[in-house]
């Protein structure tokens, strides 16, 4: 019953920049952290980015620290991922996921969503 799904993602060139959403149903979405991942072809899945139930924490791994921005949205059920000045090492599959506890690791998300690919050409 719960769902989680990814919107946003495509092909853009180096230097350009692209919004992630993650619509959320059939959980109180305001009793969840929700997190951003993402993995990359022959390689293990990595956090990118947290924000607490709130909103009013966020953090993101030092490699995009500078240009993804992680937001959300309680009235709409949904998290956003701004990403600008994207690079061709950003490409990858993105998922959305939900955690009851702040964390940084995909063990502690109870909930995923299906991915969206980015894909940044050079």
């Known amino acids: 019953q719960v769902q989680l799904v990814e919107s946003g993602g495509g092909l853009v060139q180096a230097g350009g920049s692209l919004r992630l959403s993650c619509a959320a149903s059939g959980l109180t979405f305001s009793n969840y952290d929700m997190g951003w991942f993402r993995q990359a072809p022959g390689k293990e899945r990595e956090f990118v980015a947290n924000?607490?139930?709130?909103?009013?924490?966020?953090n993101c791994v030092d490699s995009v620290k500078d240009r993804f921005t992680i937001s959300r949205d309680n009235a709409k059920d949904t998290v956003y991922l701004q990403m600008n000045s994207l690079k061709p090492e950003d490409t990858a599959v993105y998922y959305c996921a939900a955690s009851t506890i702040r964390a940084t690791t995909a063990d502690f998300y109870a909930y995923w969503g299906q991915g969206t690919q980015v894909t940044v050409s050079s």
């Open positions: 924000i607490d139930w709130s909103g009013s924490s966020t």
